[in-house]
Nanobody
Framework: QVQLVESGGGSVQAGGSLRLSCAAS????????MAWFRQVPGKEREGVAS????????YYADSGKGRFTISQDNAKNTVSLQMNSLKPEDTAMYYC???????????????????????WGQGTQVTVSS
């Protein structure tokens, strides 16, 4: 049974930091694209960052470049998102997502298309106050 379990959300003032974690289980962790998406009520889910578990290449949406860092711990099958210099507009439910991405597959591992991702966590709320 595939599970993605997020943790680390909470409330913080603008300029503060939070670290989100996603523990993955139930599928072979290698050769997967792992990503963080976020969603505000009434708006579409948007990609934040992604990492390819085979090699660790990363992708960042413009919203998080320079402020967010995605990383992985292969020994623990965990992906983390370090968020610094948080802004009120970062307030959202943050979701961990994954899809199989074998070596040689066309395209790239990016957090740009919700429909590419097969597995989703339940989400963790991030609230940034001004």
């Amino acid at each position: 049974q595939v599970q993605l379990v997020e943790s680390g959300g909470g409330s913080v003032q603008a300029g503060g930091s939070l670290r989100l974690s996603c523990a993955a289980s139930g599928f072979p962790y290698s050769s997967y694209c792992m990503a963080w998406f976020r969603q505000v009520p009434g708006k579409e889910r948007e990609g934040v960052a992604s990492i390819y578990t085979r090699g660790g290449s990363t992708y960042y949406a413009d919203s998080g470049k320079g402020r967010f860092t995605i990383s992985q711990d292969n020994a623990k099958n965990t992906v983390s998102l370090q968020m610094n210099s948080l802004k009120p507009e970062d307030t959202a439910m943050y979701y961990c997502a994954a899809h199989f991405f074998p070596p040689g597959a066309p395209g790239s591992c990016e957090a740009s298309s919700v429909s590419e991702y097969v597995y989703w966590g339940q989400g963790t709320q991030v609230t940034v106050s001004s």
